[in-house]
């Protein structure tokens, strides 16, 4: 077995030719908090490890006319401290800071945990449901994807050799827009999401929703986007209908697996239930903005 | 290959040392640089006993690699106590008795001061929340919060020291 070799390039296309060069397997290391946890236990065995820390932007939280751009690396423990974001997108700074311990939250990436691709991620339904863009780099240049087009099925993404995410964009908040995450775990910190659900709304003037999305986490392969669930919610004030309408359709689009944290049952009618509580919480806050 | 220098600061001294790409922060500081006070539990971020921080924000040294230190300052529990003189915090875990085997206590340490650097005043609940990631068998975590308090208090001054 070809023997670890570390690099913490200080720019863009260095880390690119790193990555894209690479004879064996090159693992992009954020965070590190899932990384160094497979290469203990031996789930992972690469050549180079390419700590992407060091490149410039890739650390932070920058406020912009459009929106928001968060670095692919920043930890969550900054993400909960940045008062902008705080206000604008709460459902996605709750999402984030519900992974892992204080510990954890010091390293722990976006990038990480959307590229870790686990089903039960909880940042990444959050930063769906508000229409977040990763902006990829790699060997054939920059794209932009929305989050929900990176991660294909249980530990892979559509990311190819080479590339790797610099950061995220959020667009500017419009007005009486806001989002929730609820997750269910079978106890109060440190756990893994049986159902994470992310909500993202926008009112009128009246409270009527005109524009919607629900994202489910924990009950399918990758994430759900539940179309259903969002046309149920626009042209509403959330009344029980529309409640009802959501929770049918949350359940509908669910196809879990039974382990030790929940049956496919459970899971089917938690997802219901989380979809209920998390828009109620979504509405409330997009009403008061 | 050869092993990686890293030029770091540790507890506010300046350090030097040699590693493997793959060692952990953790195993630099126990097996290198001779710093046992950080324990290694469970090895994969859940049980907090290898608490550290990295330029000031709490982490898992079991979830970093030495090699990440250069350039960085990290705090250890052994740069906690002033010479001989215990940290508050250390005192109070003391006076409380909150600690029995002991192998949570120094990265519980380490978590509480940096949650006190960062909020003075917690509330018990804040306090419960901070410490999730540090797992203690023993104590069942009464005597813990009644020491953290004890030191918040002590460290704004409310009480005599």
Partial sequence: MPRLSYAAPTSVPDAIKLLAGAAGLAKVMSGGTDLLVQLRSGRTSPELIVDTKKIPGIVGIRETESGFVIGAATSGAEIGEHAGLCAAYPGIVEATNLIGSTQVQGRASLAGNLCNASPAADSVPAVIASRGVAIVVGPNGQRSVPVEQIVTAPGRTSLAKGEFILEFHLPKPKAHQSDAYLRFIPRTEMDIAVVGCGVSVTLDDNGVCIDARVVLGAVAPTQVVVEAGAKALIGSKLDEAALAALDAAARAACNPINDKRGTIDFRVKVAGVMARRTAAIAFERAGAR | ?161
């Avoid at chain 2, 220098?5 to 500081?29: I, K, R």
């Avoid at chain 2, 609940?125 to 005597?143: P, Q, S």
């Fill in chain 2, 1 to 161: 290959m050869s092993k990686i220098h890293v030029t770091t600061t540790v507890n506010g001294e300046p350090a030097e040392f040699l590693c493997e790409p793959q060692e952990s922060m953790l195993d630099v500081l126990r097996d290198t640089l001779k710093l046992t006070g950080s324990k290694e539990g469970c090895g994969s971020g859940d049980c907090g006993a290898c608490s550290i921080t990295l330029d000031g924000r709490l982490v898992c040294s079991c979830l970093m690699l030495g090699v990440e230190a250069e350039g960085h300052s990290i705090g250890t529990i052994e740069g906690v106590a002033r010479g001989d003189e215990l940290h508050p915090i250390q005192r109070k875990f003391l006076e409380h008795a909150a600690l029995q085997c002991g192998f949570c206590t120094p990265g519980l340490i380490v978590a509480v001061k940096a949650l006190l650097e960062k909020n003075p005043n917690p509330t018990e609940t804040e306090a419960r929340f901070w410490i999730a990631g540090n797992l203690c068998r023993c104590t069942g975590y009464d005597k813990i919060l009644r020491a953290i308090m004890d030191a918040a208090a002590e460290l704004r001054g409310e009480v005599a020291a």
